[in-house]
């Protein structure tokens, strides 16, 4: 099924482009007359003067005597010289009317011949012998091209043999040619639709329609998909007690605990990424793909499922682990830009202070409001397409989003500041889509409240352990890695600590001075990795994906005296992971935390 989706995935944006050229081609042959697409808008016709009946008895029969079942002889003059055309069983020849030798058109006939036909504002530039061009499809022979220096680069084809023009061409026929050639989709000019690239496309547009509707069906079967309104009720215990909770059929019973203020772990939103929701079901509960994935043999027999993934339809007994979270209301003390993408933002509490642990998260609960978008709020990497992006008023429904503390509690001053890193992400179409978190945190002005939940998650230090610690991490996951090298380092005997972060480029670098300062302390072992190469600005440090610099330096080092920790982008993350699976780490020596960031 996963195989199926990504192809079904990919099918529809083939599909999306095509239909995208399809219609720009379909606009332009409405708005462009005829007379220009066919790059005549300098051609003039111009009348061949036959011969008469004298100049035809003047000429001598022997000429054409060697030609078999004539069936026309036909007489013109072409810039004054005379030309015969007798149509025979082999073809069509062409003969000279002085001499009956074959017809010649040298360099100098061909441009008279060409200026006889253009009625342009130009002059003749060259004149150039061709056998074969891609303006003239399916021609081949001798010829000319004669250029015309004027404002739509006018090319006129006289033919040698004949010595008749074959066509005009110019910059508005090719881009006519091109919006044929889109439309059609034959890139060979032939503008027609018996071609094997539009049966393949038909072909591929049966397969997506076929594959929409298989999945359509698997999903309704599997119950990943409802469509039923009906209200119904949710039984959740928790800490030896029963509560009813009431909602739609087609909600999840994540959405559904949040509704009713039911704290429950999730960081992903409800995407199926996380696997924080867990929740105790009956071990005969449908087990979808993504619980399969992520949810070992031994939780799924138990009867664990994820509350993302299942309706009230199917699941209406649950069992949730009672947490120890509450809600504050947390007032914007400061931002900045850490770097083009990635906000920095400093809460502190209204009620009491938050108590944490480093690499835990909080719930921010994003209202359901009408956010301006204005251009200070846009991230340096945005500015220069600012004028072009969505201006005014969005409107979006109240979502949840979970962002990593970036600093450790005992680290803050006396106001227990609660410090987050949000990367900016522009927001798409739709309530529940990416980027609505990101723009409304990121668009708060210093002064601004906001409600959160939490303290959540259990990606924390193994304080019990004697192993130094060993950090992997890229982007946005520099958040709960720093709160937990800064908590480690608050101990009075920290361990070791090695640190490895990937960004794509020298920018990117969240915190880069700070770690440097760790490192010449000797704090901390920090090595900065960047993928992108760097043309801009010098670096000498290491370049590659963060998890192949990190596995040189364990094989050149003891790497069973590291507990591992992990965090960053959902590529890197699985990259990392089966790299120190190959290299032998035990499981329980590697924690990691997966926002899907």
């Known amino acids: 099924m996963k195989f199926l989706q990504w192809l079904h995935r990919w099918t529809s944006l083939i599909i999306l482009v095509q239909l995208l050229l399809w219609t720009i081609s379909g606009l332009y042959f409405a708005l462009v007359d005829h007379h220009g697409m066919k790059g005549h808008q300098y051609h003039q016709h111009a009348e061949l003067e036959p011969l008469s009946v004298e100049a035809f008895a003047q000429m001598d029969a022997s000429w054409w005597k060697d030609f078999t079942a004539i069936t026309s002889l036909r007489g013109r003059k072409i810039e004054g010289i005379p030309q015969l055309v007798i149509e025979h069983a082999e073809g069509t020849s062409y003969l000279d009317g002085r001499t009956g030798a074959p017809w010649q058109t040298h360099q100098n006939l061909a441009l008279a011949i060409a200026n006889s036909t253009y009625s342009g504002p130009g002059a003749p530039l060259q004149v150039t012998p061709v056998t074969a ?24 084809y006289v033919d040698r043999e004949s010595g008749t023009v074959l066509d005009h061409r110019n910059t508005p026929w090719v881009v006519a040619d091109w919006m044929f050639r889109l439309h059609f989709m034959d890139y060979t000019g032939g503008r027609s639709f018996n071609h094997v690239v539009i049966v393949s496309a038909g072909i591929l547009t049966l397969w997506f329609a076929l594959s929409g509707f298989i999945l359509l069906a698997k999903l309704l079967s599997t119950g990943e998909m409802r469509i039923n309104l009906r209200k119904a009720s949710l039984k959740v215990h928790r800490a030896g007690q029963q509560h009813t909770l009431v909602g739609r059929q087609q909600q999840t019973v994540l959405q559904v605990l949040q509704q009713h203020r039911m704290p429950i772990e999730s960081g992903c939103g409800g995407g199926g990424t996380c696997a924080l929701c867990k929740v105790k079901a009956s071990s005969s509960a449908t087990i979808t793909a993504a619980e399969r994935d992520l949810l070992s043999a031994s939780e799924l027999q138990e009867g664990y499922r994820l509350a993302c993934q299942h309706g009230l339809d199917k699941l209406s007994t649950v069992e949730i682990k009672a947490l120890d979270v509450q809600r504050h209301e947390l007032k914007l003390v400061g931002t900045r830009w850490l770097t083009p993408m990635l906000k920095e933002l400093r809460f502190v509490s209204g009620q009491k202070p938050v ?15 009408t956010t301006k978008r204005r251009a200070e709020d846009i991230p340096e990497a945005f500015q220069s397409a600012w004028k072009y992006m969505p201006t005014g008023e969005m409107q979006h429904s109240a979502v949840r989003r979970s962002y990593s503390m970036a600093s450790c509690e005992a680290c803050v001053d006396g106001q227990h500041e609660l410090i987050f890193t949000v990367r900016y992400q522009p927001p798409a179409t739709g309530d529940c889509e990416p980027g609505i978190g990101a723009t409304y945190l990121c668009s708060m002005q210093v002064g601004q409240s906001i409600e959160a939940e939490g303290p959540y998650g259990e990606f924390l230090r193994q304080v019990e352990s004697p192993r130094e610690l060993f950090l992997i991490g890229g982007g946005a996951g520099m958040a709960p890695l720093r709160a937990i090298l800064q908590e480690e380092l608050q101990d009075a005997g920290p361990r070791h600590v090695v640190y490895f972060y990937g960004a794509r480029n020298r920018q990117e670098l969240v915190y880069h001075e700070e770690l440097l300062s760790l490192q010449r302390y000797g704090q901390v072992y920090y090595v900065p990795v960047l993928s992108e190469a760097q043309t801009q600005c010098q670096w000498d440090g290491a370049q590659g994906f963060v998890h192949e610099a990190a596995l040189a330096y364990l094989a050149e080092h003891d790497w069973q005296r590291f507990d591992f920790y992990l965090c960053g982008p959902p590529r890197m993350l699985k990259a990392t992971r089966e790299m120190l699976a190959q290299l032998g780490v035990a499981k329980e020596r590697i924690r990691f935390d997966d926002f899907g960031i």
């Open 355 to 369: 108590a944490y642990q480093a690499g835990q998260y909080m719930q921010f609960l994003i209202p359901a409001a």
């Open 133 to 156: 061009t891609r303006d003239l499809h399916g021609w081949q022979g001798n010829g000319f091209r004669i250029d015309y220096n004027d404002d739509l680069n006018t090319r006129v």
